[in-house]
T-cell receptor
């Protein structure tokens, strides 16, 4: 049962344009969402997060949008740079009991930014 | 420098052998996690520990074992019972999460295990 889904395995974007990565979730108990960036053979690094009490969070070129009614979040990167080329994972954290602290990850989207 | 170390970077073992992957952190985090990544898939949780001397099974714990005798260390043993052990293994840590809210996990560089 895939509770967090990234339906686009890959995305190709021109340098300077906007990259939009999407993520859907099914568990309504999730209350905190994170995006991680990962290069091959390395551990993921944290990018940006959003709490379920917000619908938008910005950090420099990165903005995450959350639509709770649609159980959908997206990561916008503007402007995209070649160094942004990596795999992007969304992750969700649930509320309640021993679920605290556990992250559920999507399958990842490979972003390629062309010069 | 605060961080998480995993060693070795690459590990080769013969089928049927147990192997232990190390994970050490000096971030003073209470919680530690082990994930597995396979090609085209996300990270799947194997085991996690919120405090010393306590740990819980994640989503794919079969064929794995862990211990948490020290706050800084959370070694993972891949046993011969694990049917498909070849994968990229990632260790992470975070503050202990007692309430809903921010839960940022910090990851180590990973260990690529290949079973021949």
């Amino acid at each position: 049962d895939q509770q967090v889904k990234q339906n686009s395995p890959s995305l190709s974007v021109q340098e300077g344009r906007i990259s939009i990565l999407n993520c859907d979730y099914t568990n309504s108990m999730f209350d905190y969402f994170l995006w991680y960036k990962k290069y091959p053979a390395e551990g993921p690094t944290f990018l940006i997060s959003i709490s379920s009490i917000k619908d938008k969070n910005e950090d420099g070129r990165f903005t995450v949008f959350l639509n709770k009614s649609a159980k959908h979040l997206s990561l916008h990167i503007v402007p995209s740079q070649p160094g942004d080329s990596a795999v992007y994972f969304c992750a969700a954290s649930g509320a309640g009991g021993t679920s605290y602290g556990k992250l559920t990850f999507g399958q990842g989207t490979i972003l390629t930014v062309h010069p | 420098d605060g961080g998480i170390t995993q060693s070795p970077k690459y590990l080769f073992r013969k089928e049927g052998q147990n192997v232990t992957l190390s994970c050490e952190q000096n971030l003073n985090h209470d919680a530690m996690y082990w994930y597995r990544q396979d090609p085209g898939q996300g990270l799947r949780l194997i085991y996690y520990s919120q405090i010393v001397n306590d740990f819980q099974k994640g989503d794919i714990a079969e064929g794995y074992s862990v211990s948490r005798e020290k706050k800084e260390s959370f070694p993972l043993t891949v046993t011969s019972a694990q049917k498909n052990p070849t994968a990229f293994y990632l260790c992470a840590s975070s503050i202990r999460q007692l309430l809903a809210g921010r839960n940022e996990q910090f990851f180590g560089p990973g260990t690529r295990l290949t079973v021949l």
